[in-house]
Nanobody, 115 residues
Framework: QVQLVESGGGLVQPGGSLRLSCAVS????????VHWARQAPGRQRVLVAS???????TYADSVKDRFAISRDNAKNTVYLQMNSLKPEDTAVYYC?????????WGRGTQVTVSA
């Protein structure tokens, strides 16, 4: 059974940084596209960053130049480095992997940006 577990969320001041991790078990991450998405209270879940198996990355305009997605296939882990955080980045952050014809989601980690 494939499982994704996010970690690294927390409370940070505006302008601060956090690094989220997504550890995958039950299958190799090497050939999967992986995504980070976020969902703020009362709003829809939206993708913010993606990385393909060939390490091609894409970002939502709202996080471009501030967030960076990366992967470590040896550790079966994907990261989201978040810099220059803003209050509007506050949300539950989820990772998802495209495996075996499915998009498999983790349970999320809360990120709160507040003074």
């Amino acid at each position: 059974q494939v499982q994704l577990v996010e970690s690294g969320g927390g409370l940070v001041q505006p302008g601060g940084s956090l690094r989220l991790s997504c550890a995958v078990s039950g299958s190799s991450l090497s050939f999967a596209a992986v995504h980070w998405a976020r969902q703020a209270p009362g709003r829809q879940r939206v993708l913010v960053a993606s990385i393909t198996s060939a390490d091609t990355t894409t970002y939502a305009d709202s996080v471009k130049d501030r967030f960076a997605i990366s992967r470590d296939n040896a550790k079966n882990t994907v990261y989201l480095q978040m810099n220059s955080l803003k209050p509007e980045d506050t949300a539950v952050y989820y990772c998802a992997a495209d495996m075996r014809g499915l998009r498999i989601w983790g349970r999320g980690t809360q990120v709160t940006v507040s003074a």
